[in-house]
């Protein structure tokens, strides 16, 4: 790309994870509809290739949601881009069908992801951090209808602007560690767990601990089990062990699509209510198949008189310290807080992630963000960011949405319909583009 890119792109999207990747599928076959105006895109990916939860891909972890819940299908159920497509495409089709899983296993699915961007790619910058987004320096209030993107080439290029007529800011999760606990090569979070693991020798984690109640602490603690045969694995639940997860017919209806509309329209009570009954679907919670396995790998060695794996319930990192090359991770146990040492060659803290928080990267945008109450962002039902009049383009959020939208807000469950909800706003708001007005080049033409 040049310095100063010389058009408009309707939409920038800054982050390029699944939920931007499904934006772009629905981008793609708004043009392939010959729709008389089309979209100019263009989307930011500050890794050098795309990659989703690369360091969690454990062999045999499967996905959570079924395989119907893609890129697409809620949307388009006739996409080209839906997994069945993919697996058409691929000529796994048949096999997949024989398998008889609604639940492919992550590595497949990533797979699918790969091949999906793979057809947008020309529309992605990869290599590229957006260092802050603004308006123009000589925008009039009154006529504040395009922003400013900042990016950080990778490649060593310098800093470029990208002007856009609307933004969809989906820079993902962040992740969270115990209070006061810092990471480095023997302290971990499980958002890294297999690029540290790999380099590390095996020989050399004898003892490992894992903190969580969640699926990732569960599978990461059965992973090392099953890949370190020497070692004893101590599994730190903050719970009195691992509670399963609701997936039944009836509590997954709060995934469906309306039911965005039910959280976003409801009353606080409503909204209460959701987060009360409905929590145990996604957050702390374990499947059932990797709980029962993880217990009888115990009871086996129970039986077989071995103490490799061992479950220090209603316990949580206090702390850690280093003593030369010696980890120690301090605990406190039970409703007293009693203080434990655990020696350990090392921790993984599969401790979560904090939602996406998009403020620094407005920076002095955020005086025309409009907040609420509590001090977040208000923000529409098709998921545009309240904003004071004189600001009319548009910023978009993909996650950092629970308080309006509800659980589905950062998840797979809802992306495709997400998604195309986002598209039909910035469609339904966008202004015809005078005569004057510059061409928009294409993403692919500029990346050259």
């Known amino acids: 790309m040049s310095d100063r890119e010389s058009g408009t792109y309707d939409v920038v999207g800054i982050g390029f994870g699944p939920s931007n990747l499904s934006l772009a599928v629905a981008l793609e076959e708004h043009r392939a509809n010959g729709t008389e105006n089309q979209i100019s895109s263009l989307f930011l990916e500050r890794q050098a290739s795309f990659g989703w939860h690369r360091n969690m891909l454990l062999p045999s972890a499967t996905m959570q ?18 997994f069945i497509a993919y697996l058409h495409a691929v000529g796994r089709l048949p096999q997949f069908v024989n398998n008889q899983d609604f639940f492919p296993t992550r590595q497949e699915f990533h797979q699918y992801l790969e091949w999906a961007q793979a057809r947008v790619a020309e529309r992605v910058a990869y290599g590229s951090e957006v260092r802050s987004i603004r308006l123009p320096s000589d925008a009039e209030p009154e006529r504040a209808d395009h922003l400013r993107v900042e990016v950080v080439d990778a490649t060593g290029r310098g800093v470029r602007t990208i002007e856009a007529r609307n933004v969809v800011i989906s820079t993902g999760l962040v992740p969270s560690m115990p209070e006061g606990v810092e990471r480095d090569e023997r302290v971990w979070h499980s958002s890294e767990f297999l690029e540290r693991f790999r380099r590390t020798d095996p020989r050399e984690l004898c003892r490992v601990a894992v903190a969580g109640a969640g699926q990732s602490a569960a599978e990461i603690a059965r992973f090392l089990y099953d890949e370190l045969p020497h070692a004893e694995v101590y599994a730190v639940v903050p719970s009195y062990g691992y509670s399963i997860a609701d997936d039944s017919p ?30 145990n679907t996604n957050y702390s919670v374990v499947d059932d198949d990797v709980i029962r396995g993880l217990y009888r790998r115990w009871y086996d060695d129970e039986v077989r008189g071995v103490r490799r794996l ?37 921790l993984v803290c599969a401790t979560g992630y904090d939602a996406m928080e998009p403020t620094g990267l407005l920076g002095d945008l955020d005086r025309f963000c409009l907040r609420g109450e509590a001090g977040r962002y208000r923000v529409e039902r098709d998921y545009r960011i309240a904003t004071a009049p004189e600001l009319r383009c548009g910023i978009y959020l993909q996650g950092g949405t629970e308080h309006t939208h509800g659980l589905t807000s950062s998840l797979l469950s809802n992306l495709a319909m997400r998604s195309g909800e986002i598209l039909d706003s910035i469609v339904a708001r966008r202004v015809p583009r005078d005569a004057g007005s510059p061409v928009l080049a294409k993403a692919g033409g500029e990346l050259g």
């Open 65 to 82: 949601i079924s395989f119907l819940k893609d890129l697409a299908t809620f949307r388009n159920p006739t996409s080209s881009f839906s």
């Open 250 to 279: 009836f509590a997954n209806q709060i995934f469906d699509p309306s039911a965005v509309d039910d959280y976003y329209f409801g009353t606080e009570q409503t909204r209460d209510a959701f987060w009360r009954y409905h929590s």
């Open 310 to 346: 061992e479950f220090l319930n209603l316990t949580r990192v206090a702390d850690v310290k280093r003593l030369g090359a010696e980890t120690r991770v301090i605990l406190h146990k039970g409703p007293d807080a009693e203080v434990r040492e655990l020696a350990v060659d090392a």
